[in-house]
């Protein structure tokens, strides 16, 4: 186990009705104005959005409001936000929804306490020194940017998909009810799953040594998110199906499987750049790069493919060489995407293969001339792991 520090200070706030809470815990951060930010309609028709207004209401504390964030959040908003920040002396930003409008949030927060543009975080051209503070209230388990320091970012011209990642945008509190997660269409609560189940991967496929602890607390975490994802498709509003992907989503993202180890982060350096060109669910990007990418990693290390083949899925050993095993675990993580009804090859989610040299020019401009740490992967490597994608 590699020296550490895992610092997630994060208050988490769990179960039914907490989202009351939210006055009170704005409140013991002594916000006076509010900023709440959300997407493009749920919390509306939920009629969470009135509660939330209710209970900051209640709690003596100024609001204004900013919604509008769409799926792959874009710049153009966080501009919007941070003018309103600025010109309205917003002192918190609130999130009410997923991990797109937590990071659109994060971004705004980060750019109301900056004199220059925000994306100089993001093109690297300048180091955040200060943020507003942040609240969330989770609407879908995925992104784990709840509990993240990191928030991706679209610059609408060019489509340039950018990660960063920050202390500041740890957020002060997060509300998770799982009931809140009773809402959505099956195709997100699926892209939830194979998305938090991305973030073990990238820290479970490392080259580091002596992660066996932290390896086994991975699996069994995978093991329950398979379970509670597959009861999920029969019964969307089965609480404690919903509430163990919402707390493993957090923690699935929160630091806490990367400690002692080097990550990976190959897979999502992958999914990016589709999100970007087509504007595609990022759990369902990750769906059709996981895969090929196993595949094509397989031989890094055998062992640690054949012991994941046999501690999350089951898959029975006798009479088999260590390979076979380890395809067998591939095969039946594909078969539980789609069993989740999520895509595992590029026609899935419209890719087109004379795009890949497209999409390799775009991952070479945001990662450099290789990427991904279990496998240092050059853009030769890239092309045909998204060339598998595509088989
Ligand atoms: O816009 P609204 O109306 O809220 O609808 C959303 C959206 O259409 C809907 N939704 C959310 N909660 C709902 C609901 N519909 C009904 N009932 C509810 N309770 O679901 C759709 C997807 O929402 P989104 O916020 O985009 O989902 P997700 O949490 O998957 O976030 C994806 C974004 O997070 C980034 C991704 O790249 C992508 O941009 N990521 C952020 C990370 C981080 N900050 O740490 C790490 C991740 O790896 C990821 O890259
Ligand atoms: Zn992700």
Redesign the pocket.
Known sequence: MNNFIFHSPTKFVFGKDTEKEVGQLLKSQKAKKVLIH??????KR?GLFDRVVKSIEEAGIEHVELGG?????RDTLVYEGIELCKKENVDFVLAV???????SAKAIAAGAKYEGDFWDFYARKAQMEDALKIGVIL??P????EG?Q???ITKTDGML?R?LNSPFYRPQFSIINPE??Y???TY?TS??VV?MM??IFERYLTKSENTLFIDRLAEGTLVSIIEAGKKLMDEPTNYDARAIICWAGTIA?NGFFGVGRVEDWAS?GLE?EL?ALYDV???AGLSVIYPAYMKYTLEEDIEKYKRFAIKVFGVDSTNKTDMQIALEGISELESFYEEMGMPTRFEGIGAKEEDIDKLVNKLQENAGKTFGNFKKLTMEDAKKIYELACA
């Open positions: 959300y997407g493009t309609g749920s919390i939920s964030v769409v799926p792959n959040p929804g997923g991990g797109s409008t937590i990071d609407t879908i995925a992104a784990g940017s993240s990191s928030a991706v998909k990660g809140l997660t809402t959505l269409p997100q892209a939830g998305d991305g973030h993202h999502h990016h999100s669910t990022h759990g």
